[in-house]
């Protein structure tokens, strides 16, 4: 089975901290995704990474950065976190060629205070 | 404009019955469309996977699309309180790198 994981669980950061996001996965997928998801507004794509030290972004990249070293992990950078950033973070991971097939983690419920 | 909608619901149907998922999409050149599966408290899971216009049956899940409507279906027969969750459709534009969830709607099926 296709395993993702998410360092964290639950993170209760303050406002202005940098907050660092790791997700690992053991199914040697190119393609990784971090999103967050926001009661009412979905599932929305904050970055993408489709290869090792490749990233695009996608609909919501402002206020965050990623980073990918190595093919299995794939980090997510608060820069200085804001009380807006409280949210679920999902952490997810495709093969080639399979964007749509997508791997979840358990994600990571991040509270900014 | 939204790239994908879906009706939040929430949609209750007695156990046994057939529940309806629709969602639809903006004018764009599609390439594949997903149903994803998610539990309260859970993370998203995938249970189809469509590509071309028509039917396609996994056990009591069949997905339904349709490019010149632009919309695609899910529909659960015989439903259980187990299918009870959200329902999330995602759309990949042909460009291959955008990727889009709709909002989800919610099933519950009633005992």
């Known amino acids: 089975d296709v395993k993702v994981t998410q360092s964290s669980r639950y993170l209760v950061k303050r406002t202005g901290e940098k907050v660092f996001l790791e997700c690992v996965q053991d199914?040697?997928?190119?393609?990784m995704f971090w999103y967050r998801q926001d009661p009412g507004l979905g599932l929305r794509l904050i970055y993408f990474?489709?290869?090792?030290?490749?990233?695009e972004k996608g609909d919501i990249p402002e206020g965050y950065s990623v980073s990918r070293e190595k093919k299995e992990r794939f980090s997510l950078i608060l820069e200085s976190a804001s009380t807006n950033q409280t949210s679920m973070y999902l952490c997810a991971s495709s093969g080639t060629g399979y964007v749509g097939i997508q791997y979840f983690g358990a994600g990571t419920r991040l509270s900014v205070l | 404009q939204k790239e994908v909608e879906q009706n939040s619901g929430p949609l209750s149907v007695p156990e046994g019955a057939i529940a309806s998922l629709n969602c639809t999409y903006s004018d764009r050149v599609s390439q594949s469309f997903f149903w994803y599966r998610q539990y309260s408290g859970k993370s998203p899971e995938l249970i189809m996977s469509i590509y071309s216009n028509g039917d396609k049956e996994d056990g009591r899940f069949t997905a339904q699309l349709n490019k010149a409507s632009q919309y695609v279906s899910l529909l659960i027969r015989d439903s259980q309180p187990s299918d009870s969750a959200t329902y999330l459709c995602?759309?990949?534009?042909?460009?291959?790198?955008?990727?889009?969830f709709g909002t989800g709607t919610s099933l519950t099926v009633i005992p």
């Open positions: 199914m040697d997928h190119e393609n």
């Open positions: 990474s489709y290869d090792v030290k490749m990233k």
């Open positions: 995602a759309v990949i534009w042909s460009t291959g790198n955008q990727f889009y």
